[in-house]
């Protein structure tokens, strides 16, 4: 059974989805997408972004929120599949908390300001 605590569901979320990795993928949505790679996982992630913005313009809060989730779930497989913790995402935003938008983007090495990824991924 899930919990409320945010960090405890996180966690259970990502257990389960560790679980799915080496489930058979006739029987496991996830595992089907692990079967299937990264660049299916990343397809996914970029598909419900777009879900949660078409929802945001419609005006409609619970597809928002159902879109969101769906989003985030995505978000949680492509972190596994890359090795990484949603910890490492919690941690990122804790290093930016207390910063205005503007310095935390400022702040940035210029590689990840053009788009590229960051060169010290946080593994748990």
């Known amino acids: 059974m899930a919990t409320n605590n945010p960090g405890e569901l996180l966690a259970q979320l990502a257990a389960v989805i560790e679980q799915r990795k ?21 397809q996914k992630v970029g598909e419900e972004g777009v879900e ?26 492509l972190l596994a599949d890359a090795g990484l913790s949603h910890q490492a995402v919690l941690d990122e935003l804790g290093e930016r908390f207390g910063l205005s938008g503007l310095e ?21």
């Open 22 to 42: 080496q489930a058979d993928p006739g029987s496991s949505y996830v595992a089907q997408l692990f079967a299937k790679g990264r660049g299916k996982i990343a």
């Open 52 to 77: 949660v913005a078409l929802a945001a313009v419609s005006g409609d809060n619970m597809a928002i929120v159902s879109e969101m989730a769906d989003l985030w779930f995505h978000s949680m497989v």
């Open 104 to 124: 935390e983007k400022a702040s940035r090495p210029q590689s990840i300001k053009s788009g590229a990824t960051k060169t010290g991924n946080h593994k748990n």
